[in-house]
């Protein structure tokens, strides 16, 4: 992970609108977002089911773009929404984290396979054989210090939901990302599991990991640096 100090901003929203089109009507679900996010901080942002929590969090990772003319995302001053789409691809791949809420794990795959499959992009079938060879020891041992060390050749159907979580985890640390970005990660998790969880990402925001969570869940959002609500299709405090 690339140091940085505490103060510096990481990411910058500006003016976000995002406009849905469901049958004869537009569905406005973010009007006008700003946001600073500086290095190394937890934020949290808390709403309800529906508020646009997911849509906020993916255009701020470059998973989603804004309406047209609407506002923009800076990632360290280089705007995410000028990027041609494979120029944003590498941008994801090389510096955010995604957890979800429902893991998005590769049934077929193993724990190791699974969480190696996000680093593995853009490699050539030529290069990919060496880097699975330099790769596969940090991702072992990545995983062991998630407490999967005796889980490596397990398929998702053979994890509980609390393991499944931490290969999603693994998978979004592997590229050593500057910023980390969380949906509900806890919300397919029972209590005790959830805080376990909540622990993980504390660890790794005492190292200095940067962190964007949304939730719905106070108790969630408690143990975040700071905590914005999204009411009405913006931020306040």
């Avoid at 998630?146 to 979004?172: C, F, K, M, Y």
Wanted: glycine share 8%; with cysteine.
């Amino acid at each position: 992970m690339q140091t940085q100090t505490q103060q510096s901003v990481i990411l910058r929203a500006r003016q976000l609108t995002k406009t849905y089109r469901m049958g004869r009507e537009d569905l406005k679900v973010l009007s006008g977002v700003d946001l600073n996010v500086k290095a190394g901080e937890w934020l949290c942002i808390l709403g309800a089911s529906g508020s646009g929590k997911s849509t906020l969090l993916h255009l701020l990772g470059g998973l989603d773009t804004p309406d047209l003319d609407s506002g923009d995302v800076k990632f360290q001053d280089v705007s995410l929404h000028t990027l041609t789409q494979s120029k944003r691809d590498h941008f994801r791949n090389k510096h955010v984290g995604f957890v979800f809420q429902f893991y998005h794990l590769l049934p077929e795959l193993n724990v190791v396979e699974n969480t190696m499959i996000t680093t593995l992009v853009g490699h050539s079938m030529f290069g990919l054989a060496a880097h699975l060879d330099e790769l596969r020891p940090r991702v072992i041992t990545l995983l062991s210090e998630l407490g999967l060390g005796d889980r490596l050749n397990h398929t998702p159907n053979e994890l509980s939901g609390g393991e499944r979580q931490r290969v999603a985890i693994a998978r979004a640390m592997v590229n050593e990302p500057e910023l980390l970005l969380a949906d509900e990660p806890t919300g397919n998790l029972d209590k005790n599991t959830g805080l376990r969880i909540l622990d993980l990402f504390q660890k790794m925001h005492d190292n200095g990991q940067t962190i964007v969570m949304v939730t719905h869940d106070q108790t969630v959002a408690d143990r975040a640096d700071r905590v914005l609500h999204l009411e009405s299709g913006k931020l306040v405090k």
